[in-house]
């Protein structure tokens, strides 16, 4: 049975990071729970982050019911259905558009939520397009053209009269200060004359702050250089992949070794599948670091790491041994706490991994275990 393994001395230094900017800057720092859902950990992170913000009703809910602290929600869309019990959980709501603000913006504020719009500063960054909120065309934002054009903010004189308490931009992805800043200055750029209207700025996440090599006193400088110019603003960081990076694997097991193709590279069928298991890296794509081999086919033993489903794009990549690779042995794929849990699928009929968490002191927990009923019930 493979398993996702939870590593809280990983998490606990990222969670230090965080919490290290956040005393020195006094920005608010939230976990995007579409990143990292890790209900056995909340307590653990709650510890040191504000709260978490959410994509959907159930995310929003799960961030309320177990994590506490404050919870901001942001939709493309919301769903009119699910508006009422959305206000009754959520403390800052985002809109994505002029229109859902004509649309709920009232509301939320008599039920005391904080509302919020977002806008697209139109810096191009991410260096995929699939990951690129600012993307010629892209749905994610409201442009400043289209605010000029709604007439938005035309009537507002004070922040009494602003239809929003606050504005939100998020357009990074796995990125460093440098894309911050370009960002940032776009930002204040198109919309920094609305600044004084507002009570609250929202950063957005994809800041990859707990990276090796990320520049975390510019962060603390850009931070407390933008709270200087603009004092009477809360400042939001909403990351999802900085919090848990690095700080999760997925161990699988060696099922069966083929014998070596004519690139000189065997096929190694697993118990684990990347479209089940770690669906980014087909779609993403990428190939997950495994722990004691090197990417690629440069090493003595090489194998084309497959999953056990009939997809014949099930692949998570190859990989060079020093040693020969045995059925029965256990590999350890490393980053594998993001976007793995919150993404998986019984595609195929597959179980999913069970969900382990190791403590400080290096004890195992089996926190969940799937079976037939967890695949059956959604069918
Ligand atoms: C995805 C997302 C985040 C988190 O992004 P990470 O890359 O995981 O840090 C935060 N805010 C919004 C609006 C998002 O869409």
Known sequence: ?????????????????????????????????????????????????????????????????????????????????????????????????????????ERARKRGVSAGLRVNPEVSVATTPAYDPCRPSSRLGTTRAVLDESGFFLAAKDAKSAKVDGLHF????????????????????????????????????????????YDVEGLVALLNDFRTRHPHLEVYLEPGEAI???????????LEIQPKGADGVSNAILDTSAACHMPDV???????????????????????????????????????????????????????????MVKNNTFNG????DIVLRHIDGSEVLVRRFGYADFACRL
């Open 282 to 340: 087909i779609e993403m794509p990428y190939t997950p670091p495994l722990v004691g081999a090197e990417k690629g086919a440069g090493g003595p033993y090489a194998y084309r790491f497959g999953g056990p489903t009939c997809l014949a794009g099930d692949e998570i990549g190859v990989y060079s041994f020093k040693h020969k690779l045995c059925e029965g042995d256990t590999v350890v794929f490393g980053d594998m706490a993001i976007y793995t």
């Open 244 to 254: 848990a990076l690095n700080a999760g694997t997925l161990e699988s097991r060696v």
């Open 1 to 105: 049975m493979p398993r996702y393994i939870i590593d809280e001395s990983a998490l606990k230094r990222n969670l230090e990071v965080l919490k290290g900017v956040s005393d020195r800057t006094g920005v608010k720092i939230l976990l995007a729970q579409k990143a990292f859902s890790c209900t056995a950990v909340y307590p653990l992170c709650a510890e040191y982050l504000a709260g978490t913000t959410a994509s959907s009703l159930f995310e929003a809910k799960h961030g309320h019911d177990n994590f506490g602290g404050e919870t901001h929600v942001f939709a493309p869309a919301f769903i009119p259905e699910e508006m009422d019990e959305l206000l009754g959980l959520v403390d800052h709501i985002v809109f994505n558009s002029p229109r859902q603000v004509a649309l709920y913006g």
């Open 170 to 213: 998020h357009c990074l992805c796995e990125q460093g200060l440098d894309e911050l800043r370009k960002v940032l200055a776009g930002f204040e750029e198109k919309f920094g004359e609305l600044l004084p209207l507002m009570k609250w700025v929202n950063f957005g996440g994809g800041h990859h702050i707990t990276r090796e090599g």
């Open 350 to 353: 597959l179980n999913l991994p």
